[in-house]
């Protein structure tokens, strides 16, 4: 297992932990101050600077991506919707071969308007299906453009209004289906905060192998938890055994980034350096 704790070499900022603090160009600024060689940006925090000043600022200084968030949400109540759905991955998919990605985080979306507090409906094999048909149109797509596309399992509490896909073992089985070749296009971006709790965590890991293993996602599990989406925790300030994490992903091949991402009330409301030196101090200590 790599030592994390005398540089931080295979450390990622998602850029979504400081997405209150300042615009994209500043955050990749402070990161490039302090040795930050990776980050992972969002859609919308590139399209307010602009995909070509961002590209450019990114070969200026010399930080790569360790992923692209997000495409997905692909289920909808009509053909319309899902035609749109596929075309917003196809963008999505340039967008991140723009950047340099080594690849496109899905989160797959869930029941039609659920995100919203209105669902258009229950069914949620229906969605299930759906995503299922969006990920393997968007394979094609993906495949063409040598983007990897990287299905992020969450968490059980957010099956309805964000994806329903939520355990390794059942991204897995789409990989399987959708790529039985391990060509290594298709994939796993494992969180730690999604995936922490599941007791068939360990046999997945080693399931997905290198191929599958696109992407690691760090942050930490607080007790009490205050909100479904934004109390995320730094490394270390919770319950999640981060090293074991890393450890059976490490053990399946897994030489990638260990990607900061804290959706957090508490640390958006921090100063943006602050928040990128206690990342790398927990990177050091805890991850
Ligand atoms: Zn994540």
Redesign the pocket.
């Known amino acids: 297992m790599r030592d994390f704790s005398g540089n931080h070499e295979a450390l990622s900022i998602?850029t979504a932990t400081v997405r209150k603090q300042a615009p994209l160009d500043q955050i990749i600024e402070a990161c490039a101050r302090r040795d930050i060689g990776m980050i992972s940006p969002w859609r919308d925090q590139v399209h307010a600077v602009g995909l070509a000043r961002i590209a450019a600022q990114l070969r200026d200084t010399g930080i790569t991506l360790s992923g692209y968030c997000r495409g997905g949400f692909f289920p909808a109540i009509d053909k319309a919707g899902l035609a749109a759905a596929l075309d917003d991955n196809r963008r999505a998919v340039e967008e991140a071969a723009t950047l340099g990605s080594p690849c496109l985080?899905l989160v797959v979306g869930a029941l039609p308007g659920a995100r919203e507090g209105r669902p258009a409906h229950k069914d949620i094999e229906l969605a299930r299906a759906q995503v299922f048909d969006g990920i393997a149109a968007t394979l094609d797509h993906a495949r063409e453009a040598r983007m990897p596309l990287a299905i992020?399992p969450l968490h059980p509490m957010l099956a309805a209004d964000r994806a329903c896909v939520n355990t390794m073992e059942q991204a897995l089985d789409i990989c399987d289906a959708l790529d039985p070749g391990r060509s290594g296009m298709l994939g796993i971006?494992a969180?730690v905060?999604?995936i922490w709790w599941d007791p068939k965590l360990a046999a997945q890991v080693a399931r997905a192998g290198r191929e599958r293993l696109l992407a690691l996602?760090v942050c930490d599990w607080l007790l009490p938890t205050r909100h479904l989406v934004n109390d995320r925790g730094m490394m270390g300030d919770g319950i999640i055994e981060l090293r074991k994490i890393r450890g059976w992903m490490e053990e399946a091949g897994y030489a990638g980034a260990a990607e900061v991402?804290i959706f957090s009330d508490d640390w958006w409301r921090r100063p943006l350096g602050e928040v990128l030196d206690m990342c790398i101090e927990r990177y050091r200590s805890v991850v």
Do not use: K, L, R
């Open positions: 998602n985080v992020e971006a969180d905060y999604h996602h991402e």
